[in-house]
């Protein structure tokens, strides 16, 4: 009967939004008065205690390298971990692996599915009642799960991730795996410098085409080291190349939900605001007093980037030199 | 070799968001509908392309829902689709419209099904893992880059921090993304084209609905910026620290 929830390592440490699906899952499980079971692949003892601490109460483990690549592996994985969990919820992340997996195993087990939940389910007798996002940010919809199983894909940055003092009893999982039938030809990492990925990073700093061209991008790039943030773009920056495309936030782009996203010579459009404004705080610096940015900001400044930004950055490593 | 193009219909990007009926239902008052950006612009125009490459032979839209959204249809026959059909059914969910994309792709012997990355409306991006789930096919999910040669495809999609080739045999469901293609206009030859290309209309199958959505609410805007003067740094920062607390 536990809630069952898939976690992925990544870097050599469990991924942020799967601590964040186990947290969730702890507080679904104590509703229900269930525990919490983790799935996970590729994992060391250091991982299954920080998934212990997340708030699992057993943790099975399984090896296989060919798993990340095709979702239906991991969805026949999960499948059989909630069967033999008689698990009746079942948790993702609302990511890249979840985004393709969740799904399919809805449509394996007829369970209903709400993709991007942004809260803890209410529960009433035997339906769930989620919310998520819905047109793109700019509403919340409260979706009813009917179905006797129920599968929540979970918005990554939507909870603090609080750890605790538990632990977790570990045991591998057996799985009887179908064949891949998805090839990986072959994989290249951006070199992005050792920053955060930015579906997960809780600092943004961003900027768009008032920056007049790629080589004026080192003001931005200071003012995300300072910061330890990642860097992100507005889509005419990535479609003119002056930014990979990765980079690209909004409605076409990566949806973010960051604590702080600072939004330097962009306009703020309708389909930009669409993928940042699920944001804690937004600051905004654009030299237009009209532009509609400012109308979604908490902090605004009227003036010049170029003037700007290498102060902002000054005042920053002052805050961080005196906070060490 | 056939492509099904699954083609959703939603609100422009620029709508005021609305809902009625107790804030049971979103309001489509006065609201312009749209193919749905990545349906339009990655998915279909991609499919377009392998066509016009000779790699694919036809070119087939999907869509499930009720008469008001043929304009949509219309639309993406303008653009080069060979032809349209529509499931003449409003579903609730998902699993729903899933199901009758499936449905539809099992008796039709279609080997590349392509879906958008999500609709604009719902962003579920759920409907392509389903109907791989319920066909049992291969999904790839998120592709940026989609390429046809004999009866294998090759796709490239995003990692958290890097990219990914994979390779995998006909028949496939592929969810598509920015990157896939360029967007297109519709010249006056497709649009008069358009008119006369068959739009089959079959009913829905009726599947029942797993989730179904109870209410909707606008989520707040921000009420109030903070004005601050570039000569006043250190005040944002401190701001940022001790009132946001987000540094
Ligand atoms: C269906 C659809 C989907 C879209 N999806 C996305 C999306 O995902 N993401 C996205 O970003 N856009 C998207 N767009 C495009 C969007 O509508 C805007 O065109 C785009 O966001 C504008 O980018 P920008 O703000 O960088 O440029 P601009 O609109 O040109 O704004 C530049 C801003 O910089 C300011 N500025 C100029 N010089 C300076 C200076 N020296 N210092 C400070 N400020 C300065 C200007 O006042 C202006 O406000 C989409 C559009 C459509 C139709
Ligand atoms: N009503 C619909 N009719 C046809 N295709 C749809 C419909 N709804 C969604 N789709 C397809 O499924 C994709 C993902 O939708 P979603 O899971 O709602 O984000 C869309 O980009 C469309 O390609």
Same mark, same amino acid.
């Given at each position: ?35 919490? %079971? ?8 250091? $991982? ?14 399984? +090896? ?18 909630? +069967? ?46 989620? +919310? +998520? ?12 799960? $009917? ?35 998805? %090839? ?96 804690? %705080? ?28 290498? @102060? ?5 490593? @002052?805050?961080?030199? $005196?906070?060490? | ?12 990007? *620029? ?56 304009? *949509? ?45 999500? *609709?604009?409306?719902?962003? #579920? ?18 592709? *940026? ?16 921090? #890097? ?28 649009? &008069? ?6 739009? !089959? ?15 909707? !609410? ?8 903070? &004005?601050?003067?570039?000569?006043? &740094? ?14």
């Amino acid at each position: 009967m536990s809630v069952l929830v898939y976690t992925e390592v990544a870097k050599g440490r469990v991924k942020k939004s799967s601590l964040e699906c186990v947290n969730y899952a702890a507080n679904i499980a104590k509703q229900m008065g269930t525990s919490v %079971t983790a799935v996970v692949n590729n994992a060391e003892a250091a $991982h299954i205690d920080e998934l212990g601490k997340a708030g699992a109460n057993k943790v099975l483990t399984v +090896k296989n390298d060919k798993l990340n690549s095709d979702s239906l592996l991991i969805t026949a994985l999960v499948e059989q971990a909630a +069967k033999a969990e008689g698990s009746k919820v079942v948790i993702f992340a609302f990511d890249i692996t979840g985004k393709a997996a969740a799904p399919r195993l809805s449509a394996k087990l007829k369970a209903g599915l709400v993709a991007g939940a942004i809260d803890i389910p209410v529960i009433n007798g035997n339906t769930f009642e989620v +919310k +998520k996002n819905v047109f793109s940010g700019k509403a919340n919809a409260t979706y009813v799960i $009917h179905s006797d199983i129920k599968i929540i894909s979970l918005l990554p940055n939507s909870f603090p991730v609080q750890l605790s003092g538990g632990s977790a009893t570990v045991s591998d999982l057996t799985a009887d795996l179908p064949s891949s039938r998805i %090839t990986v030809k072959e994989t290249r990492l951006n070199s992005s410098g050792g920053m955060t990925p930015l579906a997960e990073a809780e600092l943004v700093v961003s900027a768009g085409r008032g920056l007049k061209g790629p080589e004026n991008w080192k003001i931005v790039e200071d003012l995300a080291s300072s910061l330890g943030a990642t860097t992100a773009c507005s889509r005419p920056v990535a479609d003119m190349h002056w930014r990979p495309h990765h980079e690209h936030v909004g409605q076409t782009g990566i949806a973010i939900r960051p604590n702080l996203y600072i939004a330097i010579g962009i306009s703020g459009a309708i389909q930009h605001l669409a993928g940042v404004n699920g944001s804690k %705080t937004i600051v905004v610096i654009n030299n237009d007093k009209e532009a509609p940015f400012f109308k979604s900001a908490d902090y605004g400044i009227v003036g010049d980037a170029f003037s700007i930004l290498p @102060k902002l950055t000054e005042a920053i490593k @002052k805050f961080k030199a $005196h906070q060490n | 070799m056939k492509i099904l193009v699954a083609i959703s219909n939603v609100p422009d990007t *620029t709508t005021k968001i609305q809902f009625t009926e107790g804030d049971s239902k979103f309001n489509s008052q006065g609201v312009t509908f749209v193919i749905n950006p990545y349906d339009e612009w990655y998915a279909l125009v991609r499919a377009l392309e392998l066509k016009e490459a000779n790699v694919a032979e036809k070119v087939t839209l999907i869509h499930v829902g009720l008469p008001d959204s043929e304009a *949509t249809i219309r639309k993406g026959l303008s653009l080069g689709a060979d032809d349209a059909v529509r499931v003449n059914a409003e579903g609730p969910d998902a699993f729903f419209v899933a199901e009758q994309i499936a449905n539809y792709a099992k008796t039709n012997n279609y080997e590349m099904i392509l879906v958008g990355k999500e *609709t604009i409306n719902y962003n #579920g991006s759920s409907v392509g893992a389903i109907v791989a789930g319920l066909m049992d096919l291969p999904f790839i999910s998120l592709a *940026t880059k989609l390429d046809l040669t004999g009866n294998k495809t090759t796709a490239e999609y995003d990692l958290d921090g #890097g990219v990914q080739i994979v390779e995998c045999d006909l028949p496939v469901v592929i969810s598509c993304a920015k990157g896939m293609a360029e967007p297109r206009i519709p010249n006056m030859r497709g649009i &008069m084209a358009a008119r006369t290309k068959p739009l !089959a209309v079959i009913e829905g199958n009726g599947a029942a609905s797993l989730t179904t959505v109870k209410s909707y !609410a606008l989520n707040p805007g921000r009420t109030t910026c903070k &004005m601050l003067t570039e000569d006043n &740094m250190d005040e944002l920062v401190n701001l940022l620290h001790t009132e946001a607390k987000v540094i």
